[in-house]
């Protein structure tokens, strides 16, 4: 094994020879020689390698004993730190119990000063007053997050800051006040507005009541703005000038306004009825229309009877006087003739009188059926949705339920005035041709008692 190590040993510096020289052709007492140069080149660099391993053997020693003694130095720092740390623990406890001691009440009023102040900075978080006097909440949040720890106590300026910003609070909320500050708009952008503020109930800029933004310092406006009713007393109150107006103020600093926003417009709750709701309220207005012509025209058809009851000479503008024309154009015929061509002219006159009353009287029957169908209709689609989602979203449900009430009310709100409108129609057009008949029995009697 060792001869063959040898060998390539040897073949490997020929062949780093033949690379440093060119090679010639040996024979093999040269290449012999060869193999006796490199063993004994290989023994001297063993010998190098053999004195450099002792010498670097000598330096590790060296370092092991330094180790060594920065270990044993490390391990006497380590007890007396442990004995330090002891000793610490020890005068700590000491100093707290002492601490504890000399607290007495004042632990009570701290935890008590802690609570206040979360409230406080809580409260102020969400107070108009903060606009106009930013940053106030920061620094009692940071006094109750310092009260805490029990390591750390407030100090006299620290307490007395809790009370003036309560006091602050109190007496801002009895003032009107007016500042300038950033407003977001309904679309996004912000602008700086002239804002008034109402004590801590309210705050309108631009004739717009705003919100406070949560968590923030900041207003925007609302993206539903209560009625006009509403905005108009907002509007008196940002151009009043040191004179009372009258405001619509919310108590509750936004609670009542926001779920007053959020009730649907009267044209939202149309929409929630439908298809069925548009078409009762497309017979309500043709009814109406035909109601009105109706009303105009059986005010003015009366007046010209009642002139015509006073006149003897028949008039052709008004049924009263054709129904007189009657017997100036038969002068010579028999009661009963006479009697026949009245109930004609009568009858002819009628559907003049009564035209289009029947459809008003159809549409305050209609309307309500309708409405009846839009709340079939909405509850099938109620329980749809329950079939579907369950009922653990009462909100998946409140769109039937909606159409169901609004077309309901819808068709109620059409049948009844048309019902009312039916009846006071009915008895005018009863009324003249209750005074054509009361005319012609008349004529008729004259005629007969002249005859005779």
Not at 96 to 113: D, I, Y
Request: no cysteine.
């Amino acid at each position: 094994m060792k001869l063959i190590k040898s060998i390539a040993f040897m073949a490997g510096l020929f062949a780093v020879t033949a690379q440093a020289a060119p090679q010639q052709p040996v024979d093999l007492d040269q290449l012999l020689k060869q193999l006796q140069q490199g063993q004994y080149a290989q023994s001297e660099e063993n010998k190098q390698r053999e004195a450099r391993f002792r010498a670097e053997a000598a330096q590790q020693e060296q370092l092991l004993r330094e180790a060594v003694a920065q270990r044993d130095r490390l391990e006497r720092l380590s007890e007396q730190l442990e004995t330090q740390f002891e000793k610490n623990e020890i005068e700590l406890a000491a100093v707290t119990e002492t601490l504890n001691q000399r607290l007495g009440s004042l632990r009570e009023l701290f935890g008590v000063l802690q609570q206040v102040s979360g409230d406080t900075a809580s409260k102020l978080q969400n107070s108009y007053v903060s606009v106009e006097f930013p940053g106030r909440s920061e620094a009692l949040s940071a006094l109750a997050k310092k009260m805490g720890s029990s390591s750390k106590l407030a100090s006299i300026s620290e307490i007395e800051s809790v009370w003036l910003a309560l006091l602050q609070e109190m007496t801002e909320s009895g003032k009107v006040s007016r500042f300038n500050t950033e407003v977001t708009l309904a679309n996004g952008e912000k602008v700086a507005r002239d804002v008034v503020r109402v004590g801590t109930f309210n705050m309108v800029a631009n004739g717009q009541y705003l919100e406070l933004v949560p968590g923030t310092d900041t207003v925007a406006e609302l993206i539903r703005q209560p009625s006009s009713r509403y905005l108009s007393t907002a509007a008196d109150l940002q151009a009043a000038q040191n004179e009372q107006v009258k405001f619509a103020l919310d108590p509750t600093a936004g609670a009542i306004l926001g779920l007053l926003v959020q009730a649907p417009s009267l044209g939202e709750r149309i929409d929630q009825g439908g298809t069925v709701g548009y078409i009762i309220l497309a017979l309500g207005a043709i009814g109406l229309l035909i109601a009105l012509e109706r009303f105009v025209s059986l005010t003015l058809m009366g007046g010209k009877v009642k002139r015509q009851l006073k006149q003897s000479e028949a008039r052709n503008d008004n049924p009263l006087g054709r129904v007189m024309a009657v017997q100036d154009k038969y002068p010579e015929v028999d009661t009963e003739t006479l009697e026949l061509k009245l109930s004609e002219a009568i009858l002819r006159e009628i559907p003049s009188i009564t035209r289009n009353l029947t459809f008003i009287k159809i549409i305050s029957v209609v309307a309500p059926l309708m409405g009846l169908l839009g709340t079939v209709t909405g509850m099938i689609n109620t329980f749809q949705a329950i079939t579907l989602f369950g009922t653990g979203d009462p909100k998946l449900m409140a769109g039937g339920i909606s159409q169901a009430l609004v077309t309901t009310v819808l068709g109620l709100v059409v049948a009844i005035p048309m019902t009312l409108l039916f009846a006071q129609l009915n008895t005018r057009s009863r009324t003249i041709v209750h005074v054509l008949q009361e005319q012609a029995s008349g004529i008729i009697a004259e005629r007969s008692e002249r005859r005779h």
